[in-house]
Nanobody
Framework: QVQLVESGGGLVQAGGSLRLFCAASGRSLSTYAMGWFRQAPGKEREFVAAINWSGGRTNYGDSVQGRFTISRDNANNTLYLQMNRLKPEDTAVYYC?????????????????WGQGTQVTVSS
């Protein structure tokens, strides 16, 4: 069993930055792909970013491309999301997810474990 715990969310002004963390326990992350998703009230869960097992390949949603950076530290079993130039429309609960395969995907249904989420609120 894998437990994922997100942290780092909070309230920030538009144009600011936040760094999200996802700490994993129960299993080494080093051979699994991971992703970040977000969900705003009344909206479907949205793909944000994904990273393959080694960190050598990343993918981003169109709305965050160029502003967000996903990275991982397999030695410390941690996933990161650096969010810069935040906008009010980035406000959502952010979730990290783990996929029990080497390659990442954009589809939430193809991830096997999820964290409980961390709230990010961007004020205008």
């Amino acid at each position: 069993q894998v437990q994922l715990v997100e942290s780092g969310g909070g309230l920030v002004q538009a144009g600011g930055s936040l760094r999200l963390f996802c700490a994993a326990s129960g299993r080494s992350l080093s051979t699994y792909a991971m992703g970040w998703f977000r969900q705003a009230p009344g909206k479907e869960r949205e793909f944000v970013a994904a990273i393959n097992w080694s960190g050598g390949r990343t993918n981003y949603g169109d709305s965050v491309q160029g502003r967000f950076t996903i990275s991982r530290d397999n030695a410390n079993n941690t996933l990161y999301l650096q969010m810069n130039r935040l906008k009010p429309e980035d406000t959502a609960v952010y979730y990290c997810a783990l996929r029990l395969l080497l390659s990442a995907t954009l589809k939430p249904s193809e991830y096997d474990y999820w964290g409980q989420g961390t709230q990010v609120t961007v004020s205008s």
